[in-house]
């Protein structure tokens, strides 16, 4: 599903990573974990296509997506790819529905199919009965929730977490991460997460230790 080549990544004289090499397989569930400042977020943002690398090949699916124009990368990152942050960037002016509903706007997918897909994935999130609620009438974990639906509305072949529960109580953490699981179970969707949290890591299949900019057995 991923796979990750010689990555490295410079801010003038700083060299935030060191050659990473990853490999991600489709239906995995990835955790990357280091001390802050290891370069966990900045591989995170270039394997999604948020950033560019500055050496290196990134392909997703059988495709070089950091050789893309940035209107290609864009499209791909629209319809092949789902983010989930630690802060949801919901937008407060809009319902859950509409929020999910966003991104399968923008693709340019038809409005009834993705309201209706939309309120699918939300019912099976578990608010069901909360769609037109604004962000600010609902929970920490149930706008995290419709944030994960938001990231899962274009069936995306892989979903990025970055500390996806870092901003969730501890119960709310825990239903999140089995959401994940849940959510592989159906779907056979691939996760790769950056987390520092022990208990999420544990869950997943595979754990990835980063330190000074590389990948450490």
């Known amino acids: 599903m991923l796979t990750a080549t010689n990555i490295h990544k410079y801010y003038d004289q700083l ?66 790819i789902g983010f989930v942050f630690q802060f949801h960037h919901l937008l407060p002016e809009f319902t859950a ?46 706008q995290q929730r419709v944030a994960v639906a938001r990231a899962l509305i274009n069936n995306p072949k892989i979903v990025f977490a970055d500390e996806p529960t870092g901003n969730l109580d501890s119960a709310n953490a825990r239903e999140l991460h089995q959401l994940f699981f849940d959510l592989r179970k159906q779907f056979n969707q691939t996760f790769l997460i950056v987390t520092h949290n022990e208990e999420l890591a544990q869950m997943s299949d595979r754990i990835l230790h980063m330190r000074d900019g590389k990948m450490v057995i």
């Open 15 to 80: 060299w935030v990573l060191k050659g990473v090499d990853l490999t991600i397989k489709q239906g995995e569930i990835a955790s990357i974990v280091g001390p802050s400042g290891s370069g966990k977020s900045t591989l995170l943002h270039i394997l999604g296509t948020l950033d560019q690398p500055s050496k290196g090949e990134v392909m997703i699916n059988g495709q070089k997506i950091n050789f893309f124009a940035d209107k290609q990368v864009a499209a791909f990152r629209n319809h092949h």
């Open 97 to 142: 529905v509409e929020n999910v509903c966003i991104p399968g706007w923008m693709a340019g997918r038809k409005k009834k199919e993705v309201a209706e897909r939309a309120v699918q994935l939300l019912e099976m999130l578990g608010l069901g009965s909360r769609l037109e609620n604004k962000p600010n009438a609902l929970s920490g974990g149930e």
